[in-house]
Nanobody, 111 residues
Framework: QVQLVESGGGLVQPGGSLRLSCTAS????????MTWYRQAPGKERELVAGFTGLGSANYAESVKGRFTISRDNAKKTVYLQMNNVKPEDTAVYYC?????WGQGTQVTVSS
């Protein structure tokens, strides 16, 4: 059974940085296709960044130049480095692969 576990969320000041991790367990042999989403209160869940099935990274326009997705296949882990965060980045961040969701990790950007 595949499980995804996110970690690394917390409270950060505007302009600060945070790194999220998503670690997979079970029958996953590649982190290609793993994607970060986020959901802010009262809003729909939206794609933030992810790896395509061929391993290319893509980003939402709102985070381009500020967030970087990376991976460690050996650890079955995908990272989301968040730099120069803004209050509008406040949300629960989720990891997804094959329609499977993690439990999410809360990111709050506030002074």
């Amino acid at each position: 059974q595949v499980q995804l576990v996110e970690s690394g969320g917390g409270l950060v000041q505007p302009g600060g940085s945070l790194r999220l991790s998503c670690t997979a367990s079970g029958s996953i042999y590649s982190v290609n296709g793993m994607t970060w989403y986020r959901q802010a209160p009262g809003k729909e869940r939206e794609l933030v960044a992810g790896f395509t099935g061929l391993g290319s990274a893509n980003y939402a326009e709102s985070v381009k130049g500020r967030f970087t997705i990376s991976r460690d296949n050996a650890k079955k882990t995908v990272y989301l480095q968040m730099n120069n965060v803004k209050p509008e980045d406040t949300a629960v961040y989720y990891c997804n692969k094959w329609g499977i969701w993690g439990q999410g990790t809360q990111v709050t950007v506030s002074s």
